[in-house]
């Protein structure tokens, strides 16, 4: 998203402070500035210049409609799963970064394993930018759900792991040119 579009709630909204993870409402009626619409959540800025994330469903508050996820297979095998399953964490971003997290390099490895027929768990090991993001379990939460809605899943553990630590060097090349890093 270039240009940055100013609306005013229609509704009251829950929210997700950013960088510490708390949650709160903002009223109907307050002014925000969409800073970021990427993957199924608004990044925006109140009027007072703190920065919150609302989630996809709540899109309608905006003035916007929820976004849609394009189709992925609807096979159950463990090769299809973990296909969808890596399509599905390309639409979770960091809400302060414009880079979904699998770009961004923070996804370590996505393993499926068979649980029965045509059902698979999946075992997530991903990191976060800095120890300490209170975003972290947002972005744990947002991972777990979009994949534990995929077909064929029975269960999903999204552990988060600090070693090795993240860093700059391990986005894609993709990811460094929409930074301006590379």
Do not use: F
Request: hydrophobic share 40%; proline share 5%; aromatic share 4%.
């Amino acid at each position: 998203m270039a240009e940055r579009e100013t609306v005013v709630l229609t509704r009251d909204v829950n929210v997700v402070t950013i960088p510490d993870g708390n949650t709160g409402t903002l009223s109907k009626g307050h002014e925000v500035t969409i800073h970021q619409s990427l993957g199924n959540n608004y990044t925006v800025v109140t009027e007072h210049g703190h920065m919150v994330r609302i989630a996809g469903v709540d899109a309608d508050a905006l003035g916007k409609d929820e976004h849609q996820l394009h189709t992925l297979v609807s096979e159950t095998s463990p090769e299809a799963v973990e296909k969808n399953c890596w399509e599905v964490m390309k639409t979770v971003y960091d809400p302060e970064i414009p880079v979904n997290i699998v770009d961004l390099g923070l996804v370590y490895s996505c393993k499926v394993t068979p649980a029965g027929e045509e059902l698979n768990d999946v075992h997530v090991m991903m990191t976060l930018t800095a120890p300490g993001c209170g975003m972290g379990p947002v972005i744990q939460s947002d991972v777990e759900k979009c994949i534990r809605a995929l077909p064929g899943v029975a269960s999903v553990n999204v552990e988060i792991v600090l070693d090795p630590p993240w860093s700059r060097e391990m986005m894609s090349e993709v990811a460094q040119l929409q930074l301006g890093l590379y």
